[in-house]
């Protein structure tokens, strides 16, 4: 079965620096990979998917992610963060119609 | 406006009363989920459809029950709720399962 880990359960940042989120799954083949983001008493938003080809992906909101195979991650960034970032993000697996999310990591910013 | 609309948005209820949270898209989607959301476990799939009539459990259907009469509409159905499905639900709809899903705002149940 997959399966998603986000091993950061709280990241705090500095407005203005950089940000990384990690996430590692387990998957036997290659699998639909999701980065959604969580904003306080909202659902989920889209931020960006990855399938196949390039590994670099471009997301909105000025997100990309990286697909490493070898180390079976699918890492969220971010090179200079906004205060309205500040929410909870997911990264979540896909397989036909089963989706399967990580526990979450939430983001705080300071100012 | 494309969009996944659950209502209500937000229900308190009592132990054993049968309640309904509708979804409905208006994007055409094939596919359909629940989910529930939880404190430090993410969400997970209660249910899912790929088409009219057609549905599967996903990961903790226990308690629920679905159906999918129309392609638009996706209803969860709990029979005889219990405390421990208090929880935050979300549904939410898909072209296909490699495209992502689009959600609701969620419905906050709490089950007294």
């Known amino acids: 079965a997959q399966s998603v880990t986000q091993p950061d359960i709280h990241i705090t940042v500095s407005e203005g620096a950089s940000l990384e989120l990690r996430c590692n799954y387990s998957?036997?083949?290659?699998?639909?990979l999701f980065w959604y983001v969580q904003s306080p008493g909202q659902g989920l938003q889209l931020l960006l998917k990855?399938?196949?080809?390039?590994?670099l992906v471009q997301g909105i909101k000025g997100f990309e992610a990286e697909f490493k195979r070898s180390q079976s991650s699918f890492n969220l960034r971010k090179p200079s963060v906004h205060w309205s970032d500040a929410a909870e993000y997911f990264c979540?697996?896909?397989?036909?119609?089963?989706?399967?999310f990580g526990g979450g990591t939430r983001l705080m910013v300071k100012p | 406006e494309a969009q996944v609309t659950q209502n209500p948005r937000y229900l308190i209820t009592v132990t054993g009363k049968k309640l309904t949270v509708t979804c409905s898209q208006n994007m055409n989607h094939e596919y359909m989920s629940w989910y529930r959301q939880d404190p430090g476990l993410g969400l997970r799939q209660i249910y899912y459809?790929?088409?009219?009539?057609?549905?599967d459990k996903g990961d903790v259907p226990e308690g629920y029950k679905v159906s999918r009469k129309e392609k638009r509409n996706f209803p969860l159905i709990l029979e005889s709720p219990s405390p421990n499905q208090t929880s935050l639900y979300f549904c939410a709809s898909s072209p296909s399962g490699d495209h992502g899903y689009t959600f609701g705002s969620g419905t906050r149940l709490t089950v007294v």
């Open positions: 998957y036997g083949a290659t699998p639909y």
């Open positions: 990855y399938f196949s080809g390039d590994t």
């Open positions: 979540a697996v896909g397989e036909g119609n089963m989706l399967t």
């Open positions: 459809s790929m088409n009219v009539e057609v549905t």
